[in-house]
């Protein structure tokens, strides 16, 4: 389960959340909050790695967490791109809703990552709904 909440980790995230057009670190999140502590964990490696890196968004895509960030110097732009890999990766194993373990499931035409409870309750109203999906 999800340990940190959204307001902490947005508040670790912020100095290092690229400028808005007003010139404000406004950090926000696309994704839900069971991937909470696989983004804080994920930034605490990239910053020991690169203390300036800059985050531009952090969103859920058909089922799996894309953290993208400005560019990092070339002697270390494997090793953070690997990192941020392995949170990715991560990501289509975690619950988006709850942090719990999940696997990817679909609702209609959309592929979301999802423990069983969470799931049921997502999938409640629709009927096109599967469980454990996976890419043909
Ligand atoms: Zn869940």
Redesign the pocket.
Known sequence: MTKITTEYLLSILTPNFELNRRGKRSPYLECDA?WNDIIADLHTKLAMLYPNYSILQIKEKLGGLRFYTGSVSDEIHNEFHNIIGLAEELSYRT?E??G?K?TMCKREGWIKT??R??FDVWSKDSENCQYGFKWE
């Open positions: 069971g619950c809703a709850c719990a999940g999802l423990c409870p969470c």
